[in-house]
């Protein structure tokens, strides 16, 4: 099930996103682990390469231990932080599964919010250095009970995880209303622009997938906006949705006729012009 939640941005403009669940984000955190076991395991090999390559003297100031816990804290804490800094919210898991990381408000994440996740990830939740096992059940907890799949890295950093990836279903916009056809081939249509008209036809495809009040307000918006640039006014009584839909089927229609046209003309012209030679369909 697809599941859309509404965030209101800085800017006071609602967007829709798909937060990441348990699953895409287990799968994208098993990739994250395996690179940073790679790169773990090359800096301690390294760092032993280098300590046998110091005296003898300093070669001890340093026990293998304390290396490898400052390894540990360097790969868990510096790999998201810096990745997901850089990318605005992706490490290479998250850009396998199609992930990303952004602030509550909907902007992208800076290295304090990169920085306050892995920190809290590396204390209480993945590797969870100070209560293993009590803190990966308490942190698996909060995520399932989150409405939005939030770990406590992000309720501390104040972000959430969504999908870029959307499953886009196969939505028609309905054809031409009955009773509307007439009015509409005679209607001026030129002041509505091409972003308006994407917009209204993508919410005649997705009107379905918005909850009440969302998709009132939002087709009165866009009626509101649409009316003002046409002439003559649709006839009395008609409904938002239709008066919308109307507009649409009609440009579609004009666009239609015109490359229709603007091809004849051009096959008069330039007899043959676009057309594949037989030679070169063999």
């Known amino acids: ?3 859309v939640r509404v965030l209101t941005t800085a800017e006071a403009v609602e967007i ?3 937060p990441a669940r348990l699953g895409s984000r287990a799968l994208a955190l098993m990739v994250d682990i395996a690179i ?6 090359f800096l301690y090999l390294l760092y032993f390469v280098i300590l046998q ?3 003898f003297e300093y070669s001890t100031l340093i026990l293998p231990e304390t290396a490898r816990l400052i390894l540990i804290a360097i790969v868990v804490v510096g790999y998201p932080t810096v990745l997901e800094t850089a990318t605005n919210g992706r490490s290479l898991g998250k850009a396998v599964m199609g992930l990303r990381v952004i602030r509550e408000d909907g902007g992208p994440i800076r290295a304090r919010h990169a920085f306050t996740r892995a920190l ?42 969504v999908h870029e990836r959307r499953p886009v279903p196969w939505n028609l916009v309905p054809g031409m209303p ?8 005679t209607a001026d249509l030129s002041a509505i622009g091409d972003d308006l008209a994407e917009s209204v036809r993508q919410f005649a495809a997705r009107s379905h997938q918005f909850a009440e009040p969302h998709r009132t307000n939002l087709g009165q918006s866009l009626f509101t906006e649409v009316a003002a640039k046409v002439s003559p006014e649709p006839p009395p009584g ?7 839909v109307a507009v649409l089927a009609e440009r579609r229609r004009r666009a ?19 057309e594949i030679p037989a030679t070169s369909r063999r």
């Open 1 to 3: 099930m697809l599941t």
């Open 16 to 18: 829709d996103v798909r």
């Open 36 to 41: 940073q076991f790679m790169v773990g395991g």
């Open 53 to 55: 390559m110091l005296p």
């Open 120 to 161: 809290i990830g590396l204390a209480v939740e993945w590797p969870g250095l100070l209560m293993p096992f009590i803190t990966w059940a308490g942190s698996l907890t909060t995520m399932l009970a989150s409405r939005r799949g939030r770990r406590l890295g992000d309720l501390a950093a104040g972000t959430l995880v």
């Open 178 to 185: 009955a009773g509307l056809a007439g009015w509409a081939s």
């Open 238 to 244: 008609t409904p938002p949705w239709l008066f919308l």
């Open 256 to 274: 239609a006729a015109q490359l229709a046209a603007t091809r004849t003309v051009t096959q008069r012209v330039l007899p043959g012009f676009g």
